[in-house]
């Protein structure tokens, strides 16, 4: 026989149960297409695209998954955010939005891949200004060249 005692200890509050209810009402805003989750620790989130205008576009895909991108598939996915998933297909499974798919990649990975862009263009930089200085007019004088790269604008002032 269970005591009175033990009954109200077991039993939720109303208050408990209309917590939802009570919550701070949140204020209206666009819905923002390309939002992600949080991501895993050390992993960023990017959206690719699959299709585009109802073509796919299987080149790109292959393209990001060799520069180490993983698709992500929805029961990857904390089970608080649902994200729509492709329900056919050889992306059966996948996050996926209006021809795009969700993919994470190692942040080391990609602060890899952007030192290498980066020292690239200065490579390229460095090349341009080099054969910039080599020119040289019809008249066999060199071309001045501002490796600052700065510009004035005027507007009739003297």
């Known amino acids: 026989m269970t005591t009175e005692k033990e009954i109200t200890q077991t039993r939720n509050s109303r208050e ?8 701070r009402r949140q204020p209206w805003r666009p819905v923002r297409k390309l939002e992600t989750p949080p991501p895993p620790e050390g ?10 205008l109802g073509q796919e576009d299987k080149a790109n895909v ?3 998954i060799r520069e180490g991108w993983e698709l992500v598939r929805g029961t990857d996915l ?9 329900d056919e297909g050889r ?3 996948l996050v996926y939005s209006e021809g795009l798919l969700l993919a994470k990649i190692p942040i080391e990975t990609k ?7 980066e020292d690239q263009t200065r490579l390229k930089k460095e090349a341009l200004d080099n054969n910039m200085f080599t020119e040289s007019r019809k008249d066999g ?8 790269r700065k510009s004035n604008v005027t507007f009739g002032k003297k």
Not at 16 to 23: F, I, M
Not at 43 to 52: D, F, K, N, P, T
Not at 78 to 86: K, N, Q, R
Request: net charge neutral.
């Open 62 to 64: 292959s393209r990001r």
């Open 141 to 148: 004088r060199y071309v001045k060249y501002d490796a600052d």
């Open 78 to 86: 904390p089970s608080e955010f649902s994200y729509p998933t492709a």
């Open 16 to 23: 408990s149960e209309q917590h939802a209810k009570n919550t």
């Open 111 to 117: 602060e890899e891949r952007n030192a290498y862009y």
């Open 43 to 52: 992993y960023e989130y990017r959206w690719i695209r699959e299709s585009m």
């Open 91 to 93: 992306h059966a499974g």
